[in-house]
Nanobody, 124 residues
Framework: QVRLIESGGGLVQAGGSLRLSCAAS????????MGWFRQTPGKEREFVAA????????NYGNSVKGRFIVSRDNVNNTYYLQMNNLKPEDAAVYYC?????????????????WGQGTQVTVSS
């Protein structure tokens, strides 16, 4: 099994940048994908971005396309979500997750393991 530990959340002014980290440990597989989701109180979990565990192919939600970048550090087995030009509507608890295969799924049910979440707050 894979355990995911998130970090990097905080308070940032609109237009600023923030980088989230997701460190993976434990059992890993050769074919998997890492997803980033976000959620605010009273709303369903929203897809943000995904990347194959092997790197390469990526996918982004329409609301963050062109502003956010997902990447992987193979040496440290860590995934990142670089968030640029942040907007107040980006404020949420952000979660990283891992699923089987290379589908880069936008659906939360396709992921097996989840991080604890990290809070991102964006001021106007």
């Amino acid at each position: 099994q894979v355990r995911l530990i998130e970090s990097g959340g905080g308070l940032v002014q609109a237009g600023g940048s923030l980088r989230l980290s997701c460190a993976a440990s434990g059992r890993t597989f050769s074919r998997c994908h890492m997803g980033w989701f976000r959620q605010t109180p009273g709303k369903e979990r929203e897809f943000v971005a995904a990347i194959r565990c092997s790197g390469g192919s990526m996918n982004y939600g329409n609301s963050v396309k062109g502003r956010f970048i997902v990447s992987r550090d193979n040496v440290n087995n860590t995934y990142y979500l670089q968030m640029n030009n942040l907007k107040p509507e980006d404020a949420a608890v952000y979660y990283c997750a891992v699923g089987d295969g290379n589908a880069l799924s936008t659906f939360a049910y396709a992921y097996n393991s989840w991080g604890q979440g990290t809070q991102v707050t964006v001021s106007s």
